[in-house]
């Protein structure tokens, strides 16, 4: 039957491989089924482990006498690896030595023994699981030996390991570093000193950091702004001397960056624009983290959490301002995204003068408008698109009947930046076939000593009777039926003895009532 054992590698004991099965008859043959290192008798079935063999198989082999097949068994050797602390001298003072080690795989404590310089040997016996021994009540240089041997359960291997180390023999300085106005910006581009205080031979050691801090290795000057930002630990060491250590004294400093709120930018857009506008799509380059304000404007939507704004009519031009705090001492930083709203400019149409076929359409220039394109329809026809017709500021429609209905629709196009609505209105041609008219009188000029009443000659064609006469101011003139009395009017130029009544233009004025 299969039998097992477990060793340590640095074993020197015979193992009696038929010790480890049982059962089995005499006369059969032993061989190394795997694993290797160690001395291996075949014809006495032992083996005696090494440093370095590695867990091995043995198997025991009876032959069968036919028709009965051989039959065989597994004896298994687990060897396992001799493990030993590595001890390390730590600091030392001039009565006391500590002494460090790293934790051995499996160890489940040590023990320790020392001797100081030829003294008897001190058994202090098992520490538990600690890392780490102190001895003290020394005098300067006094050498001290420490034996630790780790401990453990079944299947663990260890070895015991000593080293010495030796009170300091002299008196060492004492050493503290430190920064004013710690913590620093990386955007200061001034030198900062540092404060080294302490005693004895304190001074001439080295300044070292972590990387990323533009340290200067002799003075301990530091500049942020060739710095990394980050933490950084600052030590300062003064070199051993005869019998004493090094000293080191260290401190932590920050470099902070300061916030990146990007470059301004802008853009332009109607305020009938219902389009949502990212600002941060605005400025360029700026870091995560940041606050949106509205600097400047009203009217419209801004989300401030999103950093959106949405345009509306009556809404003014703004400025909204991204703004990042800066970590002290850094100050914060900030953008300013600009939205220019133009206002949507509409043509005012009029109706110019019509007349039985035809109708004029009238309009003043709209800011920015570079020209117009114009569409029309006639009463319920299908619209008439005409398209672009310049920078005209009239257009005209004809080929009409009487009372004609024509609406136009004028929209004024223009470069980027301008922003436009059409407009719409309708005119009618003429219903009527309008009368003509004139007037005159017999005898002008006249003088204004004649007192008798003068007639109008009033001619012309369909309703031209029945209006309304008017004249300049001064004439003495009958407004329903036009006759006029030179006595009765002020006189207009008396150069003769004999003041005549003097019209030039008459100004007399006749307005047809039209139906």
Known sequence: MDGSTAVCESSLSSIDLYSLISGEQAGGVWTRSSGAGG???????TFVPAVGASSSTFTYTLSGVAPCASDSSV??????????????????????????????TGATGYSVSYQINANPVVVVGPIGNLLTYSVSG???GDNVTI?????GGAGTCFDLASATCTANNCNPPTASISYSGNPFCSSDASVQPVTLVGTGLFTGGVYSSTAGLSLNAASGEIIASTSTPGPYTITYTIAATAGCSPVVATTAIVINAPPVAGVDGSTAVCESSLSSIDLYSLISGEQAGGVWTRSSGAGGTFNSALGTFVPAVGASSSTFTYTLS???????DSSVASVTIN??????????????TSVIFNWSSVTGASGYSVSYQINANPVVVVGPIGNLLTYSVSGLTPGDNVSITVIPTGGAGTCFDLASATCTANNCNPPTASISYSGNPFCSSDASVQPVTLVGTGLFTGGVYSSTLGLSLNTANGEIIASTSTLVLTPLPTPLLQLPVVALLWQQLLL
């Open 39 to 45: 001395t291996f008798n075949s014809a006495l079935g």
């Open 343 to 356: 206002p949507v400019l509409t043509p005012t149409i009029n109706c110019g003068a019509s007349t039985t």
């Open 75 to 104: 004896a298994s050797v687990t060897i396992y690896l001799v493990l030993t602390p590595t001890i390390n001298c730590g600091a030392s003072t001039t009565t006391s030595v500590i002494f460090n080690w790293s934790s051995v």
């Open 147 to 151: 034996t630790l041997t780790p401990t």
């Open 138 to 140: 020394l005098t300067p």
């Open 326 to 332: 800066g970590v002290a001492p850094c100050a914060s």
